[in-house]
Each structure stands twice: as structure tokens, then as C-alpha cells.
């Protein structure tokens, strides 16, 4: 079993529609959850950045972490075709300088 | 802005030789960064930990000889990889943190093509 489950799509929605990305995992010492936005051929865009259980919004983007279900998402509302994209969610144990676990990446296409 | 600059973006070059690929964190010291590699439709794989000052940390697996790490100042890292064969062609990137239980930023990647 891998420690971060994500389906990898692809995913494709019409543009305007609420988009729900998730990922679950199984430590449950996971304290710090991240998603991250990847076009192609560039790096990861960090886009929110949650620390524990509970709720961050920040624009479209709303950032859900149940730490007692081991899952958490990332909620777009009116997406858009520039969100078209491969969406990484990922976690660490403490803050900064510890070593990231990715998902596999979910792929979205927003299309007009 | 960018907070982490990589460079170069892209790289083609002949089977046998060597290529260092340059991270530098922008407006910050980093002591710690990451470098990771990869493939076509794939999440990234973790190569290895750069720490300033010492000897990186490489996963199991990673070539420590075939993947030369330098850490020497609190703003670069450069990995190099030696004698890249065809194999060795990849998506390299690396991030940094910009502190104790900040997020890791990442570079924009470099696309490494050997023939």
C-alpha cells in the first residue's frame, strides 16, 4: 500500500463546474498537507499549505483536512481552462526541512 | 515571484558527459533543499537532501557517485550528474524551504536530454 493514495485522472469538467480533488493516506503522523498545481514541463506551484485537521480558503481554492479519516482535498470553484493542470497533493511529518510524500497526481482539464 | 531559481531549464547534450544543474533560493537562506527527479506522467521521486555545509542524504537507490551533490553557500545547491547516459534523461527539480515549518517552494525544473 502506498503511504498517499491519488487517483490520477484524468479528470476533465466544463469550465464554471466545482472541481474536488482528494488524496488519502495511512500514517497518521502526517501533521503538515500541501497541494501543489504542475503544468507541464514546469515545477510544482505550492497553492495551499495546511497544518492539522481543518479548513483554509484562499480565493477559489478551499483545502479540507480530516486527520481522522486520513484525507484531505482541494476544492476549485468556477474552474477555469487556465486551472488545466496536474494537481500533487503532499505531506510531511513536521514543517520545512523534512522530505516530502506526493501523491501520484491527479490530472484536470477545464474545458470551455 | 519565483522564490527558487533553477537553471538551466533545459539541457541536451551527448552520452558521457557531465551536467551540473544549479538551485538557488531567491531572497532567502536556505540550508536545506531537495533535489528530485521526474518521469513523463509520473509525481516526483525524491533524490536526495542537500545540507550546507555537509554531505547530502541520497534515498535508497540514488547513485551518490553518478549524482554529485554541493551544497556550499546558503543560497545554491547544484547537483551534477556524471557521465549521463540516455537513461539518465529526465525532469530534474529541485525545492527548497523558506524555514522551520514553511512549505517547500520548488524551482521550475530542468529538462535533462541525453542522446
Known amino acids: 500500500q502506498k503511504e498517499v493514495e491519488q487517483d490520477p485522472g484524468p479528470l476533465s469538467v466544463p469550465e464554471g463546474a466545482i472541481v474536488s480533488l482528494n488524496c488519502t493516506y495511512s500514517n497518521s503522523a502526517f501533521q503538515y498537507f500541501m497541494w501543489y498545481r504542475q503544468y507541464s514541463r514546469k515545477g510544482p506551484e505550492l497553492l495551499m499549505y495546511?497544518?492539522?485537521?481543518g479548513n483554509k480558503e484562499d480565493g477559489r481554492f478551499t483545502a479540507q483536512v480530516d486527520k481522522s479519516s486520513k484525507y484531505i482535498s482541494l476544492f476549485i470553484r468556477d474552474s477555469q481552462p487556465s486551472d488545466s493542470a496536474t494537481y500533487l497533493c503532499?505531506?510531511?511529518?513536521?514543517?520545512?526541512?523534512?522530505?516530502?510524500?506526493f501523491g501520484a497526481g491527479t490530472r484536470l482539464a477545464v474545458h470551455p | 515571484g519565483a522564490v527558487v531559481s533553477q537553471h538551466p531549464s533545459w539541457v541536451i547534450c551527448k552520452s558521457g558527459t557531465s551536467v551540473k544543474i544549479e538551485c538557488r533560493s531567491l531572497d532567502f537562506q536556505a540550508t536545506t533543499m531537495f533535489w528530485y527527479r521526474q518521469f513523463p506522467k509520473q509525481s516526483l521521486m525524491l533524490m536526495a537532501t542537500s545540507n550546507e555545509g555537509s554531505k547530502a542524504t541520497y534515498e535508497q537507490g540514488v547513485e551518490k557517485d553518478k549524482f554529485l551533490i554541493n551544497h556550499a553557500s546558503l543560497t545554491l545547491s547544484t547537483l551534477t550528474v556524471t557521465s549521463a547516459h540516455p537513461e539518465d534523461s529526465s525532469f530534474y527539480i529541485c525545492?527548497?524551504?523558506?524555514?522551520?515549518?514553511?512549505?517547500?517552494?520548488f524551482g521550475d525544473g530542468t529538462r535533462l536530454s541525453i542522446l
Open positions: 525545492s527548497a524551504p523558506q524555514g522551520v515549518n514553511q512549505p517547500q517552494h
Open positions: 495546511t497544518y492539522s485537521s
Open positions: 503532499a505531506m510531511c511529518f513536521s514543517g520545512g526541512y523534512n522530505k516530502l510524500i
